[in-house]
């Protein structure tokens, strides 16, 4: 059985090497969300992470930098352990490319090998980015709600009920509050997130308690906004449903997933205060 990069001591490598990907299975953490491989999921998405150190040579050896995003689809059977994609990215420090198509050619091949399904990249020169600039997400800020929580609890979807008495809306909330560990290494990941839906109102005090509530668990980006999906879809019922969540960077890499059951549209890759 290959060991999990995560967690290891791990030498970088100074030459090309897309042996170091490693693929973590989607299928496990989704049976544990009663979701069976032979169904169809309740939700499309994608996994959208930015590289904030990817560099390479041209074809007469001077180093260039850029930044990348890569699109990993939601229905790809494999996810990408972060480590090896950092591990991966380092290879191709002291590798030529003739422009920069040969680079993303080889990033999308590489990368859609282990993910199981065609990923999209975009590589983008830092000033390119710096023109875009940042946006908080928009929405109802949770984190005004003057409550008391026992931040040792874990989460609990029994917290997530509507307001009975109101009929259908469309309203969008969002927290800064998000965090859970990284389930090998225990390190603190932090997000905000973005819960968009129609039906009844979800009742935001307790939203906003099983938000808080995964910051003891152990598990990876992806897997806590599908769980959260999950849970807020079963618990409150809504006839619409996205769920969209972005990380703060570790080791120049950051993962946003997004979930929706309905033909939204991808979310713009804007990057927020934190990032």
């Keep these: 059985m290959t060991t999990l990069p995560l967690g290891q001591q791990s030498a970088y490598p100074d030459q090309y090497d897309p042996s170091v990907l490693f693929p973590i299975s989607r299928?496990?953490?989704r049976l544990k969300l009663k979701l069976l491989e032979n169904q169809t999921l309740p939700f499309v998405g994608v996994d959208i992470w930015n590289a904030?150190?990817?560099?390479?040579l041209n074809s007469k050896g001077k180093p260039q930098i850029a930044l990348a995003e890569f699109q990993v689809p939601a229905d790809s059977p494999n996810m990408i352990e972060s480590k090896s994609f950092k591990l991966y990215l380092n290879s191709l420090n002291n590798v030529r490319?003739?422009?920069e198509s040969a680079l993303r050619e080889t990033l999308i091949t590489d990368l859609s090998r282990v993910a199981?399904?065609?990923?999209?990249?975009r590589i983008f020169?830092?000033?390119t980015i710096a023109k875009k600039g940042?946006?908080?997400m928009s929405g109802v800020l949770m984190d005004r709600l003057d409550i008391e929580i026992d931040p040792s609890l874990a989460a609990d979807s029994t917290l997530l009920e509507v307001n009975a008495d109101f009929g259908p809306i469309e309203q969008c909330l969002v927290s800064h509050l998000l965090k859970s560990n990284c389930p090998v290494t225990g390190q603190p990941d932090w997000a905000s997130i973005q819960i968009r839906y129609q039906?009844?109102?979800?009742?935001?005090?307790?939203?906003?308690?099983?938000?808080?509530?995964?910051?003891?668990l152990g598990e990876f980006h992806e897997h806590c906004v599908e769980t959260i999906f999950t849970d807020i879809k079963r618990q409150c019922k809504p006839e619409k449903l996205s769920v969209y969540a972005r990380y703060t960077r570790r080791g120049g890499l950051d993962i946003n997933p997004f979930r929706t059951d309905h033909n939204a549209p991808w979310p713009e890759n804007t990057r927020h205060a934190r990032q």
């Design 27 to 29: 299928a496990e953490n």
């Design 52 to 56: 904030f150190e990817l560099s390479w």
């Design 97 to 99: 490319f003739e422009d």
């Design 116 to 121: 199981g399904s065609k990923i999209a990249t």
């Design 125 to 127: 020169l830092p000033e």
């Design 134 to 136: 940042m946006q908080e």
């Design 199 to 216: 039906g009844r109102p979800i009742l935001e005090e307790g939203l906003l308690r099983y938000l808080i509530g995964f910051r003891q």
